[in-house]
């Protein structure tokens, strides 16, 4: 009944036409030497394009993915995609170099064939689909980890989307391991596989587990002994001690990281050189004001609110911040606070 009111019944069973996949005609960015490879994840309400820009800069990232960006029942203007992704206005990438691949959320493959075509005509270096928001406004209207529990839907999303966009610029997915249990974890993946994507994101969690440690890197490396495209492994990696681990409990040198390197800058780069010498807390300190001068067009509040946000990741990793957090966590005019924490940097 429920499935046959969003119109999803047709999903539980096998699709009855085949759409010919294309060939892939582009290169994937996993060839390159410093391996592991370490994407930045894609984080709505937190990872916006001057983030992105900081974060870059300060190294070791070798591709973004945008916030999500909903698709519901038309095809976006093209200042959405330059709002979410302002990347497209320098072919795609950070000031840094790095590419910011475009995300997509949404059910109907239609709507998210054709705005994946206009993403990728405006300069995307790559589509990715989500089907891993566990939010429960986006779920209720069909987007996100809710799709996990139809494989042929994932399948067609993936299908049509690789036939809208050009042939070179690769389609890739960014799964959970489930809605409410992992039971069609490999199922989903396959379908995904054989939808034509290049790469596969593994978030190692259902949408009911949320973000409650631990991640379950293993079933990464079950997905990945059933797909032949390669699979990003991502959740819980907040140290190179965890990188290693979860590396060799996946099976796969191609990571993808979110709080980690919100909380820790400097992560990638301390996961990929050993000699890499780790930015002090004050070093950390200093990227709010640098992220501040980036944000001319917020009040005030929301400025310092953004600031407490970093501030907050960053009290995760360090003792001296978690301090500094306490301190400053009730100041609310702008001055005073940018006051307090210049003291901080100083000391
Ligand atoms: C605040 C927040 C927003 C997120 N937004 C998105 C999103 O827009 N698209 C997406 O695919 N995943 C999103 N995620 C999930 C992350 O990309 C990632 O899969 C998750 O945080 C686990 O990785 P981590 O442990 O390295 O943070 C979000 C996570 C957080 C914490």
Not at 76 to 95: D, F, I, W
Not at 236 to 262: F, H, K, N, Y
């Amino acid at each position: 009944m429920w499935l046959a009111e969003k119109g999803l019944d047709a999903y539980t069973r096998a699709p009855s036409v085949a759409i010919r996949i294309p060939m892939f005609t582009g290169t994937l960015p996993f060839s390159i030497q410093d391996r592991p490879y370490i994407a930045l994840a894609p984080m709505e309400g937190l990872m916006d394009g001057e983030f992105r820009e900081l974060l870059t800069a300060v190294g070791g990232i070798d591709h973004c993915v945008t916030e999500f960006i909903r698709i519901t029942t038309q095809v976006l203007p093209a200042k959405v995609y330059y709002r979410l992704c302002p990347e497209l206005h320098n072919s795609g990438k950070t000031l840094a170099g790095t590419p910011v691949h475009v995300q997509l959320l949404g059910s109907d493959p239609e709507m998210m064939a054709a705005n994946a075509a206009v993403a990728a005509s405006l300069g995307a270096p790559a589509i990715d689909l989500n089907f891993g928001c566990p939010a429960k406004t986006v779920n209720r209207s069909m987007g996100g980890a809710v799709l996990l529990q139809f494989p042929d839907l994932l399948h067609r999303i993936a299908t049509q989307v690789r036939a809208a966009v050009p042939n070179h610029i690769p389609v890739s997915a960014k799964m959970r391991l489930g809605f409410n249990d992992k039971t069609l974890a490999i199922e989903n993946a396959q379908a995904l596989a054989s939808g034509g994507i290049q790469w596969l994101t593994v978030h190692a969690r259902t949408k009911t587990e949320g973000y409650k440690p631990p991640a379950y890197w293993d079933w990464i490396k079950q997905i990945k002994d059933v797909v032949t495209i390669p699979v990003l492994a991502n959740g819980e990696i907040w140290t190179p001690a965890q990188a290693a681990q979860c590396q060799q409990e996946s099976g796969s040198d191609v990571l993808m990281i979110g709080r980690g390197l919100v909380s820790t800058p400097d992560l990638a780069l301390r996961i990929k050189q050993p000699d890499h010498v780790p930015m002090t807390w004050q070093q950390h300190l200093a990227l709010l004001p640098l992220l501040a001068t980036k944000l001319p067009d917020i009040t005030d509040k929301q400025l310092v609110d953004r600031m407490k946000q970093w501030l907050h990741y960053f009290s995760i990793q360090s003792a001296e911040l978690a301090q500094v957090f306490e301190d400053v966590k009730r100041e609310r005019d702008r001055a005073a606070f940018f006051a307090a924490l210049q003291e901080r940097i100083d000391s």
